[in-house]
C-alpha cells in the first residue's frame, strides 16, 4: 500500500474549517484513500473514503486532487469533540488490511 | 450502524494468567476481523486478520501461541492473551468488517486497556 505524508499536528479556531492535509504521491488507480480518527482512550472512527471523485457526508469532505497524489479532510465546523489523531490511510485493492501511519494531532481552540 | 463492541473496556490482572477479549459486530455480520495493539503515544498496529470459521493470520513478529484469536461466528472474534506479563499490557482494539467489496470501512471497538501487574 502507498505511504502516506500528515504534518504531526494542527491547531484550528472552534467554529472555523479544519483542513487535514495528505500526501499520497506513490498511490496507485486502485487504491482508496480512507480517513479514520482516535479520540483519546477510544477506538478509532470510520470517517470518510474515496477513490477519486470528492466526496462529502455527514461528518466531512475528502478532496482528492486530480492526480491523486494527495487530499483533504475538511471538517467544515469544527468543534471541541473534533479534537483527535486524525489518520490518512492509503488502501490497496483487494487488501482488507489498514496500516496506520502516525497520524495528525488536531486540536480545536475555543 | 455498524456498531462494534469489545468487552471489557478495562481489565487489570496478576502476573500469569490469562486474558480473553472478546469483540462483537452489532448490527452486522463480520467475514473478517482485525486486532490491533497500542502503545502509548504510539499508533496502532495490525496483531492478526481474522477470518470466521477459520484459522487466523498473525503478522510478522506476533506469537500466535501467546495471542489465541478465535472468529466462532460471523459476530465474535475473541482474542486471548495467553499467561500474560508485565510487558503485554498494552490498549488492544478490534474491528470489524463486511469484506464484501474491496471499499468497505472497517469499524473499530472502543479498546481493552489491558493492564498485568
Known amino acids: 500500500d502507498a505511504k502516506t505524508t500528515q504534518p504531526p499536528s494542527m491547531d484550528c479556531a472552534e467554529g472555523r474549517a479544519a483542513n487535514l492535509p495528505c500526501n499520497h504521491s506513490t498511490i496507485s488507480g486502485n487504491e482508496y484513500v480512507y480517513w479514520y480518527r482516535q479520540i483519546h482512550s477510544q477506538g478509532p472512527q470510520y470517517i470518510i473514503h474515496?477513490?477519486?471523485n470528492n466526496e462529502t457526508n455527514e461528518m466531512a469532505s475528502l478532496i482528492i486532487t486530480e492526480d491523486r497524489k494527495s487530499s483533504t479532510l475538511i471538517l467544515p465546523h469544527a468543534t471541541l469533540r473534533d479534537t483527535a489523531v486524525y489518520y490518512c490511510i492509503v488502501r490497496g485493492f483487494g487488501n482488507e488490511k489498514l496500516t496506520f501511519g502516525t497520524g495528525t494531532r488536531l486540536t480545536i481552540i475555543p | 450502524g455498524a456498531v462494534v463492541s469489545q468487552h471489557p473496556s478495562r481489565v487489570i490482572c496478576k502476573s500469569g494468567t490469562s486474558v480473553k477479549i472478546e469483540c462483537r459486530s452489532l448490527?452486522?455480520?463480520?467475514?473478517?476481523m482485525f486486532w490491533y495493539r497500542q502503545f502509548p503515544k504510539k499508533s496502532l498496529m495490525l496483531m492478526a486478520t481474522?477470518?470466521?470459521?477459520?484459522?487466523?493470520?498473525?503478522e510478522q513478529g506476533v506469537e500466535k501461541d501467546k495471542f489465541l484469536i478465535n472468529h466462532a461466528s460471523l459476530t465474535l472474534s475473541t482474542l486471548t492473551v495467553t499467561s500474560a506479563h508485565p510487558e503485554d499490557s498494552s490498549f488492544y482494539i478490534c474491528?470489524?468488517?463486511?469484506?464484501?467489496?474491496?471499499?468497505?470501512?472497517?469499524?473499530f471497538g472502543d479498546g481493552t486497556r489491558l493492564s498485568i501487574l
Open positions: 481474522s477470518n470466521e470459521g477459520s484459522k487466523a493470520t498473525y
Open positions: 448490527d452486522f455480520q463480520a467475514t473478517t
Open positions: 474491528s470489524a468488517t463486511t469484506g464484501t467489496g474491496d471499499n468497505q470501512p472497517q469499524h
Open positions: 474515496g477513490l477519486k
